[in-house]
């Protein structure tokens, strides 16, 4: 008899690949945007039939909670703003899209050779880390990798969201004077049960990193979700006198991570060597202070403009419908 | 018993399967949303199962996770909609 998890497993990796496919396909936008939900929620699982909890629970807290939301609202903004000024979209440039194709086709050249380079069959750093776990001050070997022995990497992770906020403020300003949408009553205790739950949830996969998977990213984009939903009831709206506040929060993250690295040198301790006896501490601040970071600035990247009062001039040409 | 869970699992990734129907045909935005928000559930149920035939606990948190978050994509969907008609 077969066994019943090969079918499962078989069945998995061809809804997964036909979900990518038929996402990209598709030409009605709100159906590409439902199947690539679905898309993430099926690539989830199989991250979960891999063996990578760490990395299911990462694609559970983005893909379920921002990515819909982002793309849903990059859509209304994208039909609201073409129904008002309706420029004609230009077609791509034929040499744009053979240089694009290029690039990709180059890029997964790249990694076919890289796959076809690794080496084979060997225990890869699974011992390397193993070893290692003793001197990283946590017990979770993801968590140990992603904030000791490469922290640089994790580093440039939240550098990279900085980055993305501080280009969308450049490029996107304007208060937004949407009215409050009708939720009714089914919304009120929605938000009453869910919201403390969505705190309560994010803090908790926060401080379980240092032994199970969780962390700051899934524990920062969990509580993502809650200034999503308060921006889109518009229970909260940015005004121009809360900048200080979020760029503190958006720097927070970053700054905590760059000051431990190069605090803990000296001493013969090279940046980002923590001492061991206080390597948990340190590890749960940086994680702490870069939960927030991601928190908010998921939440403002949702938002996708910098809160300042622009002149009637100005004002009249965004698309000041849109939150 | 491990067989048994894995024919369970794979009843519901056919239900999901199946529910794709409405989201490729519609005919209504809502429709395909619908669809997707009973994936969540068909989700959480298969990582509830998944927890205990891979032995890995953790995925409880996944399944919280994906529970407690499926309907923010919805909320955002109904408050962008209400936004968007002509008042």
Redesign the interface.
Known sequence: ?I???V??DL??AV?VVA?AV?SMT?R?M??AI??F??FG??S??AW??L?A?DV??AE??IG???T??LL??TL?HV??VERKAAPEPLPVPMGVQIANAAFCGLLTLGLAAAFAGAPRGGPGFDLLVADAMSISGVDHPVTAVLLNFRAYDTLMEVVVLLAAVIAVWQIERGLSD??A???GEV?QG?ARL?LP??VV?GTY?LW?GSS???GAF?GGA?LA?VG??LL??RLYVPRPSHRGAARVAFVLGTGAFAAVALLVTGGGRMPFEYPLEHAKTLILLIEGLVTISIAVTLAALFHGREPVALPERAAGTGGR??? | MTSFLGGILVVLLASVLGGLVRVFRGPGAADRLMAAQLFGTAAVAMLLILSQVMAMPALLDVAMVFALLAAVTLVAFVALSARGRPQ
């Open positions: 008899m066994d019943t998890m079918i499962f069945l998995l809804a979900l038929a598709t009605d709100f159906a439902v199947l939900v679905v929620l099926l989830a699982l979960v039939r063996s909890p299911a629970l559970a807290a379920t909670g921002v819909g939301a849903l609202r209304h039909q609201t949407a009215p949408p009708a939720l919304w929605f869910t739950a969505i949830v996969l379980v199970a998977p969780g899934q969990v979700a999503l939903l889109l009831s419908d849109d939150a």
